[in-house]
């Protein structure tokens, strides 16, 4: 296969992805959702640490030492009719719910 051909391929492959995406997009448009569960699902990332400096000339300028994994909280929720994946970092305060783990009375009693 020589490359010209194999460019035609991959640009039909890329007309048909961008066909399919709109068409995703407009089921997603249309549908009513309805929001499963909603899970934590943290982020993944790559997190700069450190500082070195780097000289060239006379300039100079400071860069990360390295990179590693780190992670931010996050959660998910998928729409059970159209599979549409929405992501959230913020949080609302949660209502107060019954602690069942602690059965001490409160300190002051008010009637
Ligand atoms: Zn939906």
Request: charged share 35%; aromatic share 10%; proline share 7%.
């Amino acid at each position: 296969m020589d490359t010209k051909a194999k460019r035609t391929r991959r640009d039909l492959l890329a007309t048909e992805l961008k066909q399919l995406q709109e068409e995703i997009s407009r089921e997603e448009t249309r549908c009513q959702h309805e929001w499963g569960e909603e899970v934590y699902d943290p982020e993944s990332f790559r997190e700069p640490y450190g500082v070195k400096l780097l000289k060239q000339g006379s300039d100079c300028w400071p860069e990360p030492e390295g990179y590693r994994d780190a992670s931010r909280a996050r959660w998910s929720r998928t729409c059970v009719h159209c599979g549409k994946k929405e992501y959230t970092y913020a949080q609302k305060p949660a209502a107060f719910v019954p602690d069942f783990d602690n059965h001490s009375p409160p300190s002051r009693h008010v009637y």
